[in-house]
C-alpha cells in the first residue's frame, strides 16, 4: 500500500477543490438545502461536462474517465468537506457501481453513459421500511409479467428517489433469491414521497410500487453479488467523504478557538480545548488512514475488500460524529444556532452515521469477515 | 524490478555468501556493520546504506527467511544511536556506534528527576567544569536499563543565570564510575527495569560534551522525538528465534541477561495479537458486547498501524521529520487501553488472577498491570497533546510562570520519595 498520491492525483484534488471551494460555499448549501431538488442544474452539468467526475470511475468505454477507487474517494472526500448538495453519490456511485457490477452489456451501454455525462440520474433503491441494509431485508417482491417483471412493495430511505429519473431496485423473486431491475422515475404505479430529513443537504424518498412495470438489469444470479461488492464499494466511498467532512469540521474548530477571547486569553490556550482538538485529530488521521488504505485496495481488488468496507466506515462513523459534537462545544453557544454553520456538518455527519450501515452494524459485520477467514 | 524487489535480491544474495549460524554473536554484528545490512536506512559511512526506513520490513523479511540473526537494535541503544547520528562528532560515532550495533555496548537515558518528568527542561542535575573536566551531582529517576548500561546520556544543567532551557547540556557518561550508584526500583508490574541514579562528583571528560554547553535542551528534543516515533515497535521485544545452533543460544542468552527486565515490554502495548485468538479459544467471541469491543481494538490498531505507515510515505517524500511521532504515541496508549478492556472481557473472573494462574502462565494479568506505563514513559498522552496542539495545528501556547534566570524560577521542594 502507497498511501501517496501521484502528481497528477495532487493536482487532479486541487482542481476538485478549487471547482466546489467556488460553487459550493455554505450560502449555496443552505440555499439548495431548502429547495426540493436540493441541487443546482448549471453547475451539476459543469461539474459533470467539464471535470467529468460523475464518470471519473467509470470505464471509457461507457463515456466515463476510466480511473478507479482512489481518484474516485478523492472526489468523495474533497465533496465531504465541501458539503457539495447534489446527486453524485446516488447516482455515480450507488447506482453506478451496481451498474457495473450486474448490469448486462445491454444495460451498461444504455445507462452508464447518461449517468457519467450527468444527463441520467440514477438511484439505487435496495433498503425499506424496516431500515436493514443488507439482502436480508428484502420483501419487496418481482414477479413476472408479459415483457418483464411486475413489482409490488415499498423501499425507503431511497437517495434522491424524487428526482432519479432512473432507479435501480432490488426485489425478491418468487423463485427466492433476488435481482436488480431498472424502473423509469415516472413509471406508471410508481408513487415516490420526499420524506423529511434531519439533513437537509441529502434528499430521502419512499418509494411505492404498485404493479409497475420493470425490466432486468441483469442475471439474477449475479444480483446478490453485486448488491454486495457494490454495496463495499460505496461504504468505502461514503468513509471518503466522511473524513472530508471530519476535516472541514476541526478546522472550523481550531480557527475558532484561535479567535475566541475569553478570560483575557485565546479560548484555544486553555488546555481542555487544545486537548479535545489533539484528540479530534488523532481521530481524523484515524478514519483517514482507514478510508485511504480501503480504497486503494478496492482499486486493487483486494479479497479481504468486505472486511474493509467495515473497518473504515464504523471508524468514520464515530470519528465524524464525535468530531461534529466537540465542534459544537468548541463554539459554545453559538454552535447551536442556525446561522452558524456546524450544524449543516453535524446534520451530515448523523445521516451518514447511519447511511449503510451504523457502527455497530459494521463492527459484527467485522468479527463475522474475520471468522470466515480465520 | 521495484526498489523493494532489487534490495530483497541484494540482502537474499548477501545473506547466502555471508550467513554462518557457526559464527559468534558478536563478530556476525561486525560483519554485518560492515556491510551495512544490519542498519540500511543509516548513512553509508556510518554502517548503514542509506536506504529508505521503509524497506527495513522487508530486509527484516529477508534475514528472518534464513535465519540470520540481526544486529543489537531494541532499546535505548537506538536512542542513543540516532542522537549520536545526528548531534555526535566523527570521533563520538566512532567511537560508540560500533559498538552499540554489536551488542557489547547498553546504554541508557538519564533524563528524567524527581523533580522535573514532564518539565524535563527543569533539570536540577549539575555538571561543572572544573579546569579538566565535568563534575556531576544530583539524581535521575525512572533511568531504564541504567543497572547494566555502560553508557548513559545524561541532560544537566551547566548555567543557573540562563533561563531554563538554554542552561541545559548534553552528555555521554561513563556507567562505570564510584561517582554512580544505581537502585533499581520496583515497578506495579514487580519487574524492575528502570532505576533511581545518584551522581555524587561524578565525572566526564570534557570530549564526552555533545554539542556545546547550552545545546542541550534541543539535542534531548531529538532523542525524545526518536522516542515517541518507536513507541509502537515495542511489541517485538524479546522474541525468542526459537532456532538450534550457537549462535542463536548466544542471542538466547543475550534475551535472558539484557532483556529479562523487560520481557513485560510487548505486554504494555496491549497484545493485540492475542486479542482474537483468545476470544475464539474461550468461546467469548459468542458474546455480542464482547464482539463490539474486540472489533473497536482490532479496527483501532490497523488504523493506527495505517497512520504510522502514512507518515513515514510522507517522510520519505521529504516532507519534515515532524512532531507526527506524538500522534503515533497517543493513539498507542488508545489501543493499548482497548486492548486490556478487552482482555478483561475475554478473561473474565480470571482476570482477578495472576502468575500461574492467570491464563497464559500469567501473561493475561502482566497486560494489565504493564499497560498504564504506555501513557507515561516517553513523555505522557497530556504531554502528547500539548505538542500536537500548539505544534501542528499551531494553536496558542498556554501562558508560562518559568520565565527568567531557572535560579529563580519555582522548583519542586527538596526530593520527592
Ligand atoms: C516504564 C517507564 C520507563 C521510563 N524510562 C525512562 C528512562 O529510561 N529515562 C528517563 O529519563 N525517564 C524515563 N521514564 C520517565 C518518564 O519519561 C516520566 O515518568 C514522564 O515523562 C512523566 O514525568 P513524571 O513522572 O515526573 O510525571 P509528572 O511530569 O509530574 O506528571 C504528573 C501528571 O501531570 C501531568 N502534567 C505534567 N505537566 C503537564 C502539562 N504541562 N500539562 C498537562 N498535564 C501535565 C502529566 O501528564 C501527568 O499526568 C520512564 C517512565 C516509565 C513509566
Known amino acids: 500500500m502507497q498511501f501517496i498520491l501521484t502528481d497528477e492525483q495532487t493536482q ?26 436540493g441541487f443546482d442544474r448549471q453547475v451539476w452539468e459543469q461539474m459533470c461536462g467539464d471535470l467529468g467526475l460523475a464518470g471519473i470511475h467509470i470505464p471509457e468505454a461507457y463515456g466515463g474517465l476510466g480511473f478507479g477507487m482512489v481518484e474516485l474517494g478523492i472526489v468523495m472526500e474533497e465533496m465531504g468537506q465541501a458539503l457539495y448538495c447534489s446527486p453524485y453519490f446516488a447516482s455515480a456511485v450507488l447506482a453506478a457501481n451496481v451498474i457495473l457490477l450486474g448490469a448486462d452489456e445491454r444495460h451498461r451501454e444504455l ?58 431496485v432490488a426485489a425478491r423473486l418468487a423463485a427466492g433469491g433476488i435481482a436488480l431491475l431498472l424502473v423509469d422515475g415516472d413509471a406508471e404505479g410508481l408513487t415516490r414521497r420526499s420524506l423529511n430529513t434531519l439533513d437537509d443537504t441529502r434528499k430521502l424518498a419512499e418509494l411505492n410500487f404498485s404493479g409497475v412495470q420493470a425490466t432486468l438489469l441483469g442475471p439474477p444470479t449475479e444480483a446478490s453479488a453485486a ?23 476541526l478546522d472550523s474548530a481550531v480557527d475558532y478557538a484561535q479567535m475566541r477571547m475569553q478570560f483575557g486569553r485565546l479560548i484555544g490556550s486553555f488546555q481542555s480545548i487544545k486537548h479535545k482538538c489533539a484528540e479530534m485529530l488523532l481521530d481524523v488521521e484515524l478514519a483517514k488512514s482507514a478510508a485511504y ?4 485496495a478496492a482499486a486493487e481488488d ?27 462545544q468548541i463554539h459554545g453557544g453559538i454552535g447551536f444556532t442556525w446561522d452558524q454553520d456546524t450544524h449543516l456538518w453535524f446534520k451530515r455527519a448523523k445521516s451518514s452515521e447511519v447511511f449503510l450501515g451504523d457502527a455497530n452494524f459494521h463492527r459484527e459485520r467485522y468479527i463475522q469477515c474475520l471468522e470466515a477467514t480465520a | 524490478m521495484s526498489d523493494e524487489q532489487q534490495v530483497r535480491a541484494q540482502v537474499r544474495a548477501w545473506l547466502e555468501a555471508n550467513w554462518d549460524k557457526n559464527a559468534t554473536l558478536v563478530g556476525w554484528r561486525n560483519q554485518l556493520a560492515d556491510s551495512g545490512w544490519g542498519v540500511p536506512h543509516w548513512p553509508e559511512q556510518w554502517y548503514g546504506r542509506g536506504l529508505p526506513v521503509a524497506l527495513n520490513t522487508a530486509i527484516e523479511e529477508e534475514f528472518a527467511a534464513v535465519g540470520a540473526v540481526g544486529v543489537a537494535k531494541v532499546g535505548i541503544r537506538m536512542l542513543a544511536a540516532a542522537t549520536l547520528l545526528e548531534h555526535g562528532s566523527d570521533d563520538h560515532k566512532k567511537r560508540f556506534l560500533r559498538r552499540i550495533l554489536t551488542g557489547e555496548d547498553n546504554w541508557c537515558q538519564l533524563f528524567s528527576e524527581p523533580g522535573s518528568g514532564s518539565d524535563l527542561a527543569g533539570a536540577t542535575t549539575r555538571a561543572d567544569f572544573d579546569g579538566e573536566r565535568w563534575v556531576v551531582n544530583g539524581q535521575k529517576v525512572w533511568t531504564t536499563s541504567a543497572h547494566h548500561a555502560e553508557w548513559g546520556l545524561v541532560l ?13 547540556s548534553f552528555f555521554v557518561i561513563d556507567m562505570h564510575q564510584a561517582g554512580i550508584e544505581v537502585q533499581p526500583l520496583r515497578q506495579m508490574n514487580g519487574h524492575a527495569s528502570f532505576n533511581q541514579v545518584f551522581f555524587t562528583d561524578a565525572t566526564i571528560a570534557p570530549e564526552n560534551l555533545l554539542g556545546k554547553p547550552g545545546d542541550g ?9 526518536h522516542e515517541r516515533r518507536g513507541a509502537d515497535a515495542l511489541r517485538r521485544w524479546g522474541r525468542d528465534s526459537g532456532l538450534a545452533g550457537p549462535i542463536y543460544d548466544e542471542e538466547r542468552a543475550e534475551i535472558a541477561t539484557v532483556i529479562e527486565p523487560y520481557k513485560w515490554y510487548p505486554q504494555r502495548a496491549g497484545r493485540v495479537d492475542l486479542a482474537m485468538p483468545r476470544a475464539s479459544d474461550t468461546g467469548r467471541i459468542q458474546d455480542p458486547a464482547l464482539r463490539q469491543d474486540l472489533a473497536r481494538l482490532l479496527m483501532l490498531s490497523q488504523a493506527a498501524e495505517w497512520t504510522a505507515q502514512r507518515a513515514r510515505a510522507a517522510q520519505e517524500q521529504g516532507k519534515p521529520q515532524g512532531p507526527e511521532g506524538s500522534l503515533g504515541k497517543l493513539a498507542s496508549s488508545r489501543v493499548a487501553r482497548a486492548a486490556s478492556l478487552v482482555h478483561t472481557g475475554i478473561s473474565g473472573a480470571d482476570s482477578m488472577l495472576s502468575g500461574a494462574d492467570s491464563p497464559l502462565d500469567g501473561v493475561i494479568a502482566e497486560i494489565l498491570v504493564s499497560v498504564p506505563a504506555t501513557s507515561i514513559a516517553g513523555g505522557t498522552d497530556e504531554i502528547q497533546r500539548n505538542i500536537i496542539s500548539e505544534r501542528v495545528l499551531g494553536m496558542e501556547r498556554e501562558p508560562r510562570m518559568d520565565g527568567g534566570p531557572f535560579r529563580d524560577v519555582p522548583k519542586n521542594a527538596g526530593r520527592s520519595r
Open chain 1, 12 to 37: 487532479f484534488r486541487d482542481a476538485v477543490q478549487r471547482f466546489l471551494r467556488d460553487k459550493s460555499p455554505t450560502t449555496e448549501v443552505r440555499r439548495l438545502m431548502e429547495t426540493e431538488e
Open chain 1, 111 to 168: 445507462l452508464l453513459p447518461g449517468i457519467a455525462a450527468g444527463t441520467r440520474i440514477a438511484t439505487l433503491a435496495v433498503t425499506e421500511p424496516d431500515g436493514r441494509w443488507d439482502e436480508g431485508g428484502i420483501t419487496l417482491t418481482a414477479r413476472p409479467a408479459a415483457d418483464g417483471f411486475t413489482l409490488d412493495g415499498t423501499k425507503k430511505f431511497v437517495l434522491d428517489g424524487c428526482i432519479a429519473n432512473t432507479v435501480i
Open chain 1, 227 to 249: 448488491l454486495a461488492r457494490g454495496g463495499d464499494l460505496s461504504t468505502i466511498a461514503l468513509a471518503n467523504e466522511m473524513v472530508g467532512g471530519a476535516q472541514a469540521l
Open chain 1, 293 to 296: 488504505y480501503a480504497a486503494e
Open chain 1, 302 to 328: 483486494d479479497p479481504e475488500l468486505p472486511a474493509l468496507a467495515s473497518l473504515s466506515k464504523a471508524l468514520a462513523s464515530e470519528v465524524y460524529m464525535a468530531t461534529a459534537a466537540e465542534c459544537i
Open chain 2, 156 to 168: 544537566a544543567r551547566t548555567d543557573w543565570d540562563l533561563p531554563k532551557h538554554q542552561g541545559l
Open chain 2, 217 to 225: 535542551w534541543k539535542i534531548a528534543m531529538t532523542t525524545l522525538a
